[in-house]
């Protein structure tokens, strides 16, 4: 994360610096420990780098890393003007606090919880793994091959994701992204959340953290469909690509919420309820390979797995997985044009968007550029 030291705070560092208890030096001391360990990005001008480096009270080492911070001034404080948030540091408060896109940071919680790598918190660990491959889309694309990302992969267990973005962010006072799933069925404003995103949304406690989660169904569905495409050559006769936009065509934001891994059958449909059964009633009307009812109304099955009649194909539960192998093939991982084999997309507008948050609270120097 980007956090900067505004020019206004100088006397009062001056002053800490000087002769304030080693409690609240100690904010100053963490906050410069957290750019030399690479766990973010810490932009102070150059006047108040000077009183870092003049301060017999920091270590050797402190005012290094200060000086190191003030020849790279003018270059790390652009980085606001790119990423999709920062945090200020600031003198007065208790707890961060998130105005406007920005994160009001005060010395007092700095001092006592220090600034740790970011957790980047997920049901699953391929959850983050995505996660983090489309933060580093985001630098690349952005330009910012310079940063690194630092991120904790935490696997919240499903159901369990909650508990875990309460114990890293509320508990312990550590930096959090959580991304979750939606699990929402249809795009209408009463389609409710799935357990586990309204129960992440419950977590409320002051601290450093964010929600974020999917506009549509799942991870799954904001895959950039030309990525689907390299993992899944075929589906419904044709290119997911060519698939995605006659559904699109027929259904406006039907992939955005169709259970991709499992597929839908006109007997889940039925199973349905509210919004999301008036939604998926509208699609199986619109769809023309729908129009030949295959056993109504003298249905025999029984449950949705005996039916035949497809109305979008699965494409496997491994869909996640399998764009992960994809994504990090042949060292595509470490290739700053790697993005360009997949974007734009037509549905990458969650893929861009998810990577600028969480590439905005991992964000880092690397430590060659640092040290």
């Known amino acids: 994360m980007l956090i900067l030291i505004d ?17 609240r030096l100690r904010g100053v001391t963490n906050l410069i420990q957290a750019h030399a360990d690479s766990r973010h990005i810490v932009v102070a001008p150059p006047s108040i780098c000077r009183i870092f480096e003049a301060c017999p009270r920091l270590s050797e080492e402190h005012r290094a890393i200060a ?11 652009e980085l606001k003007n790119i ?59 952005n330009d910012l091959t310079r940063l690194t990302l630092t991120l904790d992969h935490t696997a919240g267990g499903g159901g369990n994701t909650h508990r ?9 006072q550590r930096v959090s992204v959580c991304v ?36 549509g169904r799942e991870l ?56 999301a059964r008036e939604f998926w009633e509208g699609a199986y ?5 729908c129009a030949a009812q295959c056993c109504a109304p003298a249905c025999t099955a029984d449950k949705a797995g005996d039916c035949k009649q497809v109305v979008m194909q699965s494409m496997g539960r491994t869909l996640l997985k399998d764009a992960r192998d994809q994504l990090f093939s042949d060292g595509a991982q470490f290739s700053p044009k790697r ?16 990577g600028g948050r969480v590439a905005a609270y991992g964000a880092s120097v690397k430590v060659a550029a640092t040290m």
Not at 164 to 172: E, H, M, N, P, T
Not at 202 to 211: A, K, N, R, T
Not at 344 to 352: H, Q, V
């Open 67 to 77: 000086r190191k911070i003030r020849l790279r001034f003018s270059e790390l404080a």
């Open 180 to 215: 979750v799933d939606s699990d929402r069925a249809d795009p209408s404003d009463a389609s409710p959340l799935g357990p586990t995103a309204a129960n992440c949304a419950q977590v409320s406690d002051p601290g450093l953290y964010e929600l974020f989660i999917s506009t």
């Open 164 to 172: 875990v973005l309460r114990q890293k962010a509320i508990d312990s």
């Open 339 to 354: 993005y360009r084999d997949y974007l734009p997309s037509p549905n990458d507008a969650l893929w861009i968007e998810m």
């Open 220 to 275: 799954e569905n904001h895959l950039p469909v030309r990525l689907v495409d390299k993992v899944r050559a075929l589906w419904h006769g044709v290119t997911p690509s060519q698939a995605f936009r006659k559904f699109e065509e027929h259904c406006a934001g039907l992939m955005l919420f169709a259970d991709l891994k499992k597929g839908t059958k006109k007997r889940d449909i039925e199973e349905m309820t509210g919004t």
């Open 7 to 23: 020019k206004s705070l100088e006397l009062q560092l001056a002053n800490i610096c000087a002769s304030a208890p080693l409690a």
């Open 83 to 141: 990423l999709s948030l920062h945090a200020e540091f600031c003198i007065d408060g208790h707890a961060p606090v998130f105005q406007l896109g920005v994160w009001k940071i005060p010395l007092e919680w700095v001092a006592t919880h220090g600034m740790s790598e970011t957790h980047l918190i997920c049901e699953d660990l391929y959850d983050c793994e995505i996660s983090h491959e489309a933060a580093r889309d985001y630098l690349n694309a």
């Open 285 to 289: 009307a619109a769809l023309p390979h």
